[in-house]
């Protein structure tokens, strides 16, 4: 993955005068809470309010990613293609950016009984946001420009954005892969 890491750093921030974030899935990376505190990151957890010690560890976290920093190198070496997040450029601070995504972590049912939605998993991101009609891509996106995930091939990236009413897709390389680059 060394070689990969670089590329998608550089995908990552290739938008000027924006934040990077990842959202984290605590079920996903393995100790997530202790490896945010060792690496001393800007992060906060998406549920509300004090968790007991095991729902802290299977829950999803906003963490700020600095492009040079160390655990921004890590969660990108030793992260990618595990599923282990999705990545957001905003231009909003973290605690404007927490708020908006925690307005949807929670979904109903048919039977109207509430459920997670696990948006930050990139496997169902990426399936959910072309399902999304425009008012929906306003609620998903809110202040966030670009949300990132890791393909089904780790060997490339897509990203998301809305223009207009419509949701634009685009696939990007990011390693010596049989990856290419265009819309989705």
Partial sequence: ????????LK???AVPD????????GASVPELPQTLERF???AECLFRGEQ????ALVAPYLVRLPPDAAFTGWLLREGWGKHWGIFILSKADLRELRMHLRTFLKVYGPDLKPLYFRYYD????RVYLPTCNPRELQ???GPVL???TEDEDPGALLAFWPEGEQLHAERMPVAGSSATTGRV
């Fill in 11 to 13: 995908q990552l921030f």
């Fill in 52 to 55: 007991d010690p095991e729902m």
């Fill in 1 to 8: 993955m060394a070689v990969i890491a670089p590329q998608i």
């Fill in 139 to 141: 609620t998903v996106f």
């Fill in 40 to 42: 001393e990151v800007e």
């Fill in 18 to 25: 924006t934040t990077v974030y990842a959202v984290l899935d």
């Fill in 122 to 125: 990139p496997r169902v991101l």
């Fill in 146 to 148: 670009r949300y990132l």
